[in-house]
Every structure is written in C-alpha cells, then in structure tokens.
C-alpha cells in the first residue's frame, strides 16, 4: 500500500521503513512512539504507536525495515498512521530495505573525487593542508551521513551530496566574479558543515536517531570553530587565513536566530552563505515537487517559509 494513496480513515498494512523515532511519555505515564516512516517511493507519514513496551523501544529503532498494521487518522490537517501492529520484516517477507533507504543520485567515489581533486588545486598550501586534513579525516563517514535529521538532503550521503552540489554551484559563480579568492570559496563549502557529523548520531543508513550532547548543547557551527582552531593550531595555519574560515563557518547562517551571531564580512563568505541557501531550497523544492501532480500546489512547506509550490503542467 503506498502512501501517497492513503485516505483519511482507511485501514492500512504494509512494509514502511523507519526514518525517526522518539520515545515520549504520555500524560498517563505511559510511553508511546512519535515516528516517521517512509514507504519504497519514499513518500513519507507520520506513525504513532501507543503503550509501547520496554523491549518495542529496543527493537523498533530508526533504520529498522517493518510491517505495519493500522489506521490512517488525521492530525492538525495531517495524515498519520495510528499502528496497531508492528513486526520486523523477515526473509520470508520478500523485500529489501535497500529499496527502502533514499541515497543520493550521484556515485560516492565520483564526488569525493571531484572534491579531493579541487582541494589538490589549491594554490594556498595553508588552505590546502586544513582543509585536506579535516575532509579526509572523515571521508569514511561522509560516505553514508545525510546533512540534516529530518530537512535538506536528509537522506544517506546527504551531506556530501549537498558539499558536492554547492561545490558545483560555486565553480560556476567565480567565473562571474574574478575577484572571489576560488580557495577560500571552496574550502569554506567544503567545510561549512562537516560540523555536523559530530552534531547528530547517524546509522549507516543515513537516520538520524538523536543529536549528540554537543549538538545539542553547542550546535555544529560552535564544534567546527573549535575543529579548525585545534587542527590549524596543530599545523601552524597563517593566523589570518584561519579567522577567515573561522569566520565563513560562523557567518553562513547569516541570522543570530539561526546560530550565526555575525553577518558575512567578506565577499567568500557572502557566496558562501546564498549558495547554501541555493542549494538547500532547490533540493527542498524538487522533493515537495515530485510528491504532487503537475499543475497542483503542494502543501505549505516549512522548509520555505511555509510557502505552497506550484509544480508546472508543461516540459
């Protein structure tokens, strides 16, 4: 049963993947499930599971393939899926979680070539080595990290997928403005966010369970700060380009209610900022899209300022 078909009050059954799951405790002192399930299109719903058991909170973990009974309800003009049943899928079953977990359209080796090669072009052998030190350091885990738990690229590879596309988006922009230091550009996007793997636990399957302490706590705008400054200590970074990556990853949020507490200060890291913003929004943007008929209007967004998208009727 897929889910973009379901209907308010319809009963359901079939094979959903569990992209999150927190563990709450009702007003009674019992424990329910807040989940997110996804099905094989990856068209996403809201699951609850009520009076959950001890051993349910260790089975039914994020990552974790399942089959589902239950009913489709509506929730604050929602739809959710109230499960009634639940079991892990077994080899009698006939499917594969693979066809359940959204990756990434483009070859793991192929981009982080593409960015280990940029990164060998730099000129600066201080922007090189720093930038090459921390990016390598966690090459393994950007092979299967998404950028976000739940918003952009939150999907397995997400996060290397949205350095690669940015990436991408800024070789195109320093054309246009020859002034643009392409080093300081590139090692910003390749490093802007790579604060994050330390900010939220991720299986190998790209779900985010939780964020870490540090995340919580420090965010990961705070983590890479004190990333760069151990490592460009460590290999005696020019003190001058190292504030100015500093800064590029402190700024890119661009507003202090988003974690930035300085605006960009500088024309690298202005770039940097709206090509973020660029490719967060266009990813956004093509997978509310895809989930709607064209000449409809997809639900309010708030990824997008809550904006609803109108999907064009015409190639």
Do not use: C
């Amino acid at each position: 049963m897929k889910i973009k078909s379901v209907q308010k009050g319809q009963d359901y059954l079939g094979f959903l993947f569990i992209k999150s799951q927190m563990t709450k405790t009702a007003t009674n002192g019992s424990r329910y499930f807040n989940m997110v399930l996804n099905d094989a299109d990856f068209d996403e719903i809201d699951g609850k599971k009520w009076d959950v058991k001890p051993e349910d909170e260790e089975i039914f973990t994020n990552g974790k393939l399942v089959k589902i009974k239950g009913k489709v309800q509506e929730f604050n003009n929602r739809l959710q899926l109230i499960v009634e049943k639940m079991r892990l899928v077994d080899e009698t079953d006939e499917v594969s979680i693979n066809d359940f977990i959204e990756t990434v359209p483009v070859d793991i080796d192929e981009m982080l070539g593409y960015i280990n090669d940029t990164i060998d072009d730099f000129s600066n052998a201080d922007i090189a080595a720093i930038t090459k030190k921390i990016f390598g350091d966690q090459t393994a885990t950007l092979s299967y990290f998404p950028a976000a738990k739940k918003h952009h690229h939150a999907i397995k590879g997400g996060l290397l997928y949205h350095t690669y596309s940015m990436l991408r988006i800024g070789k195109g922009l320093v054309g246009i403005y020859p002034f643009i230091n392409k080093d300081l550009l590139y090692a910003g996007i390749i490093l802007h966010d790579i604060g994050k793997i330390n900010e939220m636990v991720s299986d190998e399957n790209g779900s985010v369970s939780d964020y870490t302490p540090e995340g919580k706590l420090l965010g990961h705008i705070t983590q890479e700060i004190v990333e760069l400054e151990l490592v460009g200590q460590s290999l005696g970074t020019d003190p001058e380009v190292l504030m100015m990556l500093k800064h590029m990853i402190l700024s890119h949020h661009y507003q202090p209610e988003f974690g930035s507490p300085k605006r960009p200060m500088f024309p690298e890291a202005e770039l940097l900022h709206h090509i973020d913003m660029i490719d967060a929004r266009m990813y956004t943007m093509e997978q509310a899209l895809n989930r709607v008929e064209p000449g409809s209007f997809t639900e309010p967004n708030w990824s997008l300022d809550g904006i609803s998208l109108y999907r064009r009727s015409f190639e």
